[in-house]
């Protein structure tokens, strides 16, 4: 099939500098592609890099979308190294959507950094969430093991808390943190340790070692990775930034087969690419963890924020997001 690809570049300032253990993020940058066929086709989609997977590569989707020259008949047109431009391509071309199999899906309150985590694990807990995410590794981890234990004593019974590192922590930090989690109520450590060494390996141990299950992020970003880790026997979590895979669905299909624990995640894409990250976060087949999606609202102009922020997303939240105004927003 050929299509007539357009794109618009965009950049959004978000509303609040999003900070992790890795440094500070304050604009959001991605591009936007419209693909249109003869009969009478059209379909859009988001390529929205993060940072530290590489920091220039916004400037790089932009050439390989002028390099098409207009037209395009295959993901595969664009180097496989820009892979959520491949990615945003594919969901354009996707006739159709996919079959939910959710009504509603739970989201994740995300906590700030620091000792801020409580008041808002405390308002969001007021407002009904029942699954709450902290970025850990950005202070000492004396300060933070102790506000752990004051953000899980004042969250309702049930409540689960998710840990996210961003592979901040050396070993024994690590260690500390893990047997700590493994006698609370934590659902999981997300890149718990620093990518050194044998990295792969201290990850596996680490979680043969300790109780809690563990979570992979950054260090999946394609099918690829994917059947790598099911292949060294990975049995924690999968959390899946949809919009940064060049195939999701092949990874999808892989973490299917292998019966894998998943968590679909917000890249703070816009929500003309969350539209169908979440669309098949509702067509997964297996258990339902809540949505890595409790960050908003993101951007400063709120068209582009993607779903209302409560603890449960309806599909039709999600089916209803129209993306051709986002488009045009963008100029
Ligand atoms: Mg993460």
Same mark, same amino acid.
């Given at each position: 099939m050929d299509f007539a690809i357009e794109f618009r570049r965009y950049r959004l300032p978000f509303r609040q500098p999003v900070v992790t253990?890795? &440094?500070?993020w304050t604009v959001r940058e991605g591009v936007f592609i419209r693909l249109s066929a003869a009969d009478g086709f059209v379909g859009y989609g988001e390529a929205a890099p993060v940072p530290h997977f590489g920091r220039d590569s916004v400037d790089r989707y932009e050439e390989a979308c002028r390099a098409l020259g207009g037209r395009i008949q295959s993901p595969e047109q664009v180097p496989a190294s820009l892979a959520s431009l491949r990615g945003a391509i594919a969901s354009?071309?996707?006739? &159709?959507?996919?079959?939910?199999?959710h009504r509603s899906l739970a989201i994740a309150a995300l906590l700030p950094a620091g000792r801020a985590a409580l008041k808002v694990a405390a308002e969001k807990a007021e407002a009904g969430y029942r699954v709450f995410k902290w970025k850990v590794g950005v202070g000492a981890a004396d300060d933070e093991l102790a506000i752990m234990d004051d953000i899980l004593g004042g969250l309702p019974g049930g409540s689960r808390l998710r840990l996210d590192a961003n592979r901040a922590w050396p070993r024994r930090t690590a260690e500390r943190w893990l047997s700590a989690a493994s006698e609370r109520p934590v659902e999981f450590v997300e890149e718990p340790v620093s990518d050194e060494g044998d990295f792969k390996d201290l990850l596996l141990g680490l979680s043969r070692d300790y109780?809690?299950?563990? &979570?992979?992020?950054?260090?999946?970003?394609?099918?690829?990775?994917?059947?790598?880790?099911l292949g060294r026997g990975w049995k924690g979590f999968f959390v899946i930034k949809t919009a940064l895979f060049g195939d999701v669905d092949a990874a999808l299909e892989l973490l299917r087969v292998a019966q894998a624990r998943?968590?679909?995640s917000s890249a703070l894409e816009t929500a003309l690419g969350a539209r169908d990250a979440l669309l098949l976060a509702f067509s997964w087949a297996g258990r339902a963890y809540a949505l890595g999606y409790g960050a908003g609202p993101l951007f400063v102009d709120s068209r582009f924020d993607a779903i209302p922020p409560a603890p449960l997303?309806?599909?039709?939240?999600?089916s209803r997001i129209s993306k051709e105004p986002l488009w045009n927003a963008v100029t």
């Amino acid at each position: 099939m050929d299509f007539a690809i357009e794109f618009r570049r965009y950049r959004l300032p978000f509303r609040q500098p999003v900070v992790t253990a890795r &440094g500070t993020w304050t604009v959001r940058e991605g591009v936007f592609i419209r693909l249109s066929a003869a009969d009478g086709f059209v379909g859009y989609g988001e390529a929205a890099p993060v940072p530290h997977f590489g920091r220039d590569s916004v400037d790089r989707y932009e050439e390989a979308c002028r390099a098409l020259g207009g037209r395009i008949q295959s993901p595969e047109q664009v180097p496989a190294s820009l892979a959520s431009l491949r990615g945003a391509i594919a969901s354009a071309m996707r006739r &159709g959507e996919p079959n939910p199999r959710h009504r509603s899906l739970a989201i994740a309150a995300l906590l700030p950094a620091g000792r801020a985590a409580l008041k808002v694990a405390a308002e969001k807990a007021e407002a009904g969430y029942r699954v709450f995410k902290w970025k850990v590794g950005v202070g000492a981890a004396d300060d933070e093991l102790a506000i752990m234990d004051d953000i899980l004593g004042g969250l309702p019974g049930g409540s689960r808390l998710r840990l996210d590192a961003n592979r901040a922590w050396p070993r024994r930090t690590a260690e500390r943190w893990l047997s700590a989690a493994s006698e609370r109520p934590v659902e999981f450590v997300e890149e718990p340790v620093s990518d050194e060494g044998d990295f792969k390996d201290l990850l596996l141990g680490l979680s043969r070692d300790y109780p809690v299950p563990l &979570g992979l992020d950054e260090s999946i970003s394609s099918d690829a990775d994917v059947a790598d880790w099911l292949g060294r026997g990975w049995k924690g979590f999968f959390v899946i930034k949809t919009a940064l895979f060049g195939d999701v669905d092949a990874a999808l299909e892989l973490l299917r087969v292998a019966q894998a624990r998943v968590v679909f995640s917000s890249a703070l894409e816009t929500a003309l690419g969350a539209r169908d990250a979440l669309l098949l976060a509702f067509s997964w087949a297996g258990r339902a963890y809540a949505l890595g999606y409790g960050a908003g609202p993101l951007f400063v102009d709120s068209r582009f924020d993607a779903i209302p922020p409560a603890p449960l997303l309806r599909h039709e939240d999600a089916s209803r997001i129209s993306k051709e105004p986002l488009w045009n927003a963008v100029t």
